[in-house]
Nanobody, 119 residues
């Protein structure tokens, strides 16, 4: 069971970027899926998380600018980021709570994907 993320890159302030993450392997169900992020020299923080029913929670710093969504059938989660600011720069980590043959596991896309907001 693993997650693989795509997207990220360099964008100018005020621009938009989309991150996607797909879960693969023998997965019976997925509860929460989400994104954390870590800016240089700072602690990892919540960007957004979404439940299997579609309820979303956002970190205070991204509310109103980021939108998280998921496709349960495809086992994917997407983070649409708009009005990006330099302080959004960092490594973004996808994660999910999945039910496998071993029970519930929390998995992360370990290497993260880099988002750089700069002119």
């Amino acid at each position: 069971v693993q997650l693989q993320a795509s997207g990220g890159g360099l964008v100018q302030p005020g621009g938009s970027l989309r991150l996607s993450c797909a879960a693969s392997g023998i997965i019976f169900s997925i509860n929460d899926m989400g994104w954390n992020r870590q800016a240089p020299g700072k602690e990892r923080e919540l960007a957004a998380v979404i439940s299997s029913g579609g309820d979303a929670v956002y970190g205070d710093s991204v509310k109103g600018r980021f939108t998280i969504s998921r496709d349960n059938a495809k086992k994917t989660v997407t983070l649409q980021m708009s009005s990006l600011r330099p302080e959004d720069t960092g490594v973004y980590y996808c994660n999910a709570d999945v039910l496998t043959a071993h029970g519930f596991e929390h998995i992360d896309w370990g290497q993260g994907t880099l988002v750089t907001v700069s002119s």
